[in-house]
């Protein structure tokens, strides 16, 4: 199995920024495909970004040129830099990761997610 961790959530001001991160633990043998998704309340949960192993993200257009998400392959972790929040970015946010195990079995891990609230 693959645990996940996030951290960094918290209270922004609309217009403001936070950085959320992910660390990723457990028999892992290589991570394939690295995601965000976000929850809100009464609403289903999205995917807002994925990232490749190779480094290549793609956004959902409700966040593109805001949100910048990275991954550390070493570490693997997995962060995403939120800037210009809006109040409607309020939402719990997941990591989520394919992880190739050390059983040879590929198997998808979420986190507990992570409070984001963007209000004034």
């Known amino acids: 199995q693959v645990q996940l961790v996030e951290s960094g959530g918290g209270l922004a001001q609309p217009g403001g920024s936070l950085r959320l991160s992910c660390a990723a633990s457990?028999?892992?043998?290589?991570?394939?495909?690295m995601r965000w998704f976000r929850q809100a309340p009464g609403k289903e949960r999205e995917l807002v970004v994925s990232?490749?192993?190779?480094?290549?993200?793609n956004y959902a257009d409700f966040v593109k040129g805001r949100f910048t998400i990275s991954r550390d392959n070493a570490k693997n972790t997995v962060s995403l830099q939120m800037n210009s929040l809006k109040p409607e970015d309020t939402a719990v946010y997941y990591c989520?990761?394919?992880?190739?195990?050390?059983?040879?079995?590929?198997?998808?891990?979420w986190g507990q997610g992570t409070q984001v609230t963007v209000s004034s």
């Open positions: 990232i490749t192993n190779g480094g290549r993200p």
């Open positions: 457990g028999r892992i043998l290589n991570i394939r495909a």
């Open positions: 989520n990761a394919d992880a190739l195990i050390s059983s040879g079995l590929m198997t998808t891990g």
